[in-house]
């Protein structure tokens, strides 16, 4: 089943959609960004799909409109949005629940939310990014696992609750452990180091973390109890109260666990 669709956001995650679904057979029908430039830089990248800047798709010949805006902004768009008639209004937000759209003007509503970390410019194939979704109606969630499997093998029904328990779990292996390799860049840079000697331990790290589980693959000083190189790794981050703090608390925690 082939659907038109209309996506409300000119984001990384739209940047990557958009493309993403009309290589998928499915057809493009509008952009929408209040700014218009950026509605347009989507546009650009897919084959006849209009930009715009207003939130009246009363004539739009879409039947999905996919809102992919910023948490803060679902509310307001999803209320705004003015839709057709049997339309289908679905937000890709990790932690807003189903019930955020329930005053939109939308006949259906439902979550389209791709578990992967979306950058402007970097390339991801979206045949391995996990899909999780929910719908208030099984005629629609049912509409939306064939838009999801035209795009990827990964679908799953998840509930809101359920769904933000992921999310919480995404910042830790993704953002969280991100942010330590930004730590580690900063050190290495402050002592006048190359970070790419670090580069194939986090490659391995990464790999037996997911091949051996995170517990069976830990190593360092904490999980050793090796409390004098934990001190003296302590005493050396002093310049950085934050750092040398998240430092231990990690260090604790490992230990504890």
Known sequence: ??????????????????????????????????????????????????????????????????????????PEVADSVILPENSILVHTSGTMSLDILGYSSASYTGIFYPLQSFTKGKKIELDEVPFLLEAEDEETLQKLKKL???????????????????????VFASNFTNHMIRIAEEIMRRQGLDFEMLKPLIIETISKSLQLGAKKAQTGPAIREDYETLEDHHRFLNYNEQVAEIYRLVSQDIIDS
């Open 1 to 74: 089943m082939k659907f038109k669709i209309a996506i409300l956001g000119a984001g990384n995650v739209a940047w990557h959609l958009a493309p993403a679904l009309e290589d998928a057979g499915h057809e493009i029908t509008e952009i929408y960004a209040r700014d218009l430039e950026k509605a347009q830089e989507i546009t650009e990248r897919v084959y006849s799909a209009e930009p715009k800047d207003d939130l009246d798709f009363s004539e739009s010949k879409a039947q999905i409109f996919i809102l992919a805006v910023k948490d803060s902004a679902i």
């Open 148 to 170: 999801a499997k035209s795009l990827s093998p990964l679908v799953y029904t998840v509930r809101s609750k359920d769904r933000k328990a992921v999310h919480i779990a995404a």
